[in-house]
């Protein structure tokens, strides 16, 4: 069966901290691994990986994806009270399906 | 570019009743639609897929005939949630893409259902 474990599931840091948060997957169909924002309301994108080791950046955001080892970190460098929010990790399979993982809920602390 | 909307927003019910979510690509033709939902403290669970035209495919466990999807236009999708119960209460969220997003799903802002 198809799953993606996320951690971890909370995290607790201060304004300025770098934080890793983590995705581990097991697919047997694999086309990409995307990640994902989610504050109140409906996720918003932030990376679609499909080469491993390929490093992918925005801002102070970055991830990558081994697929040998079946993994994708997003990194998230001088943390601001604006990056709290749950960082959803999905798989997307054959048809553009996504299954998502229960994701990892970032709170920063001023 | 590549806006969802959600109508409505919020809805609240009476158990037994049915209710209908509208999902529209505002700025682009969605040639699949697929719908999620998600329980409070959980994460998204695709209900189904839909494809402009064709019949929904649903995800093992999803009733297709408590969940009745049409995908009428290329800019619009309905979920018709039939003879709720409390159980249905859910956040709802729909997204589309189209051919040239290589594989990227723009979502709706989700509609929040309260089955009383």
């Known amino acids: 069966e198809d799953k993606v474990v996320q951690s971890p599931l909370s995290l607790v840091v201060h304004e300025g901290d770098t934080v890793t948060l983590n995705c581990s997957y097991e697919?047997?169909?694999?086309?990409?691994l995307l990640w994902y924002k989610q504050e109140k309301k409906a996720p918003t994108f932030l990376f679609m990986l499909?080469?491993?080791?390929i490093e992918k950046k925005s801002g102070r955001l970055s991830s990558i994806l081994d697929k040998k080892e079946l993994f994708s970190i997003l990194n998230i460098t001088a943390t601001q009270t604006g990056d709290s929010a749950v960082y959803l990790c999905a798989f997307e399979t054959s048809g553009s399906r996504l299954t998502f993982g229960e994701g990892t809920q970032l709170t920063v602390n001023p | 570019g590549a806006v969802v909307s959600q109508h409505p927003s919020r809805v609240i019910c009476k158990s037994g009743t049915s209710v209908k979510i509208e999902c529209r690509s505002l700025?682009?033709?969605?040639?699949?639609m697929f719908w999620y939902r998600q329980f409070p403290k959980q994460s998204l669970m695709l209900m189904a897929t839909s494809n402009e035209g064709s019949k929904a495919t649903y995800e093992q466990g999803v009733e297709k005939d408590k969940f009745l999807i049409n995908h009428a236009s290329l800019t619009l999708s309905t979920l018709t949630v039939t003879s709720a119960h409390p159980e249905d209460s859910s956040f709802y969220i729909c997204s589309a893409r189209f051919w040239e997003s290589y594989n990227e799903q723009f979502f709706g802002p989700g509609t929040r259902l309260t089955v009383l």
């Open positions: 499909t080469s491993s080791g």
């Open positions: 697919v047997t169909n694999f086309r990409s």
């Open positions: 700025d682009f033709q969605a040639t699949t």
